[in-house]
């Protein structure tokens, strides 16, 4: 009878322990990452960036879950070339939201490009529906998206000499809304953030962006002050660390008033 009840016991421990490691590699609470060059990441790897965050799991290009672990932007479907792939904002954001508790679990879906202007990221174009493709198979096995962080901008403030910002901000609405469509989930939080420029026309984007404070449901923006660039366009690795902390306590901010 004692042997029996060793057996049974050593199959239920087993058996807690498979289902309990399945459960993690399957997280579901879902993020997706979306954006121009400081989402895919151009901030230098120093060597406390090294190290795998538990309870976050990062989507790779097999359709895999693995441990989060930079860089981040490395299984992106439309990436430039690999050794452009360096420190991003999801690495502090998964850090912080894990440590609070907030979702724990949580798996990112990481699918940046740089140089991209948000016409390439409209509904309907390459860049969206390889976004829109990923996050689907991630979410196969019962997984919800909680939310969408979005960082872009540099593209259009860069190259357009006069920028329309309400046509931009009506851009912005149609990828929030087609996501949260095509995500199935009509209450996605969505979050973008600030650019760290000094010019006329970036104080006129951090405007914009704003607005989606009041005027778009389950959305809103971080700010970038305080933070620095390398060359101007791309935080540095401080940089990227605050503007990720920022974007978690936005997410926890919108969950609570959700």
């Known amino acids: 009878m004692i042997r029996l009840l060793l057996i049974v016991t050593f199959i239920s421990t087993v058996y807690t322990k498979v289902v309990a490691q399945k459960s993690l590699k399957s997280p579901k609470d879902l993020i997706l990452l979306i954006g121009q060059s400081n989402m895919a990441g151009r901030a230098t790897l120093l060597p ?6 538990d309870g976050a799991f990062l989507y790779d290009s097999l359709n895999h879950w693995i441990p989060l672990k930079n860089p981040l932007n490395i299984h992106s479907s439309i990436r430039k070339i690999a050794r452009m792939q360096k420190l991003n904002l999801g690495f502090t954001f998964a850090k912080k939201i894990t440590e609070t508790k907030t979702l724990n679990p949580i798996g990112l879906v990481v699918n940046a490009r740089g140089g991209t202007k948000i016409q390439s990221w409209l509904p309907g174009t390459l ?5 829109v493709r990923r996050s689907l198979e991630a979410i196969k096995e019962g997984a919800k998206f909680r939310a969408v962080l979005w960082h872009q901008g540099e593209g259009n403030l860069n190259y357009d000499s006069d920028i329309d910002y309400d046509g931009y901000f009506e851009k912005l609405k149609l990828i929030i809304y087609q996501l949260r469509k095509d995500l199935k ?8 953030g600030e650019l760290n420029k000094d010019n006329p026309k970036n104080i006129r ?3 914009m962006l704003a607005r989606l404070e009041t005027e778009v449901p389950f959305a809103g923006s971080v700010k970038s ?4 660039t390398k060359d101007g366009t791309h935080f540095d690795n401080e940089g990227l ?9 936005k997410l926890i901010s919108l969950m609570k008033s959700n």
């Open 48 to 53: 406390e960036d090294d190290k795998v965050i």
């Open 127 to 131: 860049y969206y529906k390889e976004a």
């Open 185 to 192: 989930n009509d209450e996605l939080i969505f979050i973008a």
């Open 205 to 207: 984007f951090k405007s």
């Open 225 to 228: 002050e305080g933070t620095k």
């Open 241 to 249: 660390k605050i503007m990720g902390d920022r974007y978690a306590e």
